[in-house]
């Protein structure tokens, strides 16, 4: 059983039991207490758990890790997942692109691309795809979110829905098995629905730490997305999901 499935099977059985024992968990995947220790100290680290002496319990629904963590967290498996994401890019596309650290490696993977018409909201996709000088780069207003420099608020909406894009590039917080995208602000969950609404295509980029992640504010459902770009090969309720509403699924 490899790293990645065993780490989503644990917080499955974290959600069902609210607290499981690093004993409970050595006896059901039949692994060593220094193993369990090691997922447990991952999990822990990418704000999935909450560790405490002896086990483990889900983290916080209502408070995301800091942007710097987020940065640095899974970042190799963010890269390949935005390589893999944009060979579906043509040259002269136009595309929205949210917030989050996986957009970014995103923007730092298109790059390449030429001749791009790009409206986001978050003002280090705009910082690097300003390097492309093909690329043509609106930042949505709004209010500034200093923690990450994410742009939200009323008028980030208002100003979203006048555009219609062939493309919209949407990282996540976290979803469920029932397929249920997950995040951890309001508002910033309102202009990701508007960035879902006005583009023609929706790419959902997703590493495999954002699988069985808990926050509480529903953005909407994986069955929104027309590509799936994960690392991860997701549960079998996921994959029903997809499938049943033509979401393609690309494991990079």
Known sequence: MNQPYRHNQILSLIEERDFVSIEELVEHFNVTPQTIRRDLN???????????????????????????????????????????????????????????????????????????KVVTNNIHVASILSENESCSIIVAAGEVRNNDGGIIGESTIEFINQFQMDFGIIGISGIDDDGSLLDYDYREVRVSQSIIRNSRQVLLAADHSKFGRNAMIRLGNINEANHLFTDFDPSENIKALLASNGVKLHIT
Do not use: M, W
Request: glycine share 6%; with cysteine; hydrophobic share 35%.
């Open 42 to 116: 991952k999990l822990a680290q990418t704000n999935l758990i909450t560790r405490y002496h002896g086990g483990a319990c889900l983290a916080s629904s209502t408070q995301n890790t800091e942007y710097q963590e987020r940065k640095q967290t899974n970042r190799q498996a963010k890269n390949n997942i935005a390589q893999q994401l944009v060979k579906f890019i043509p040259n002269n596309s136009s595309l929205f692109i949210n917030i989050g650290t996986t957009t970014e490696a995103v923007a730092q993977a298109l790059l390449g691309h030429q001749n791009l």
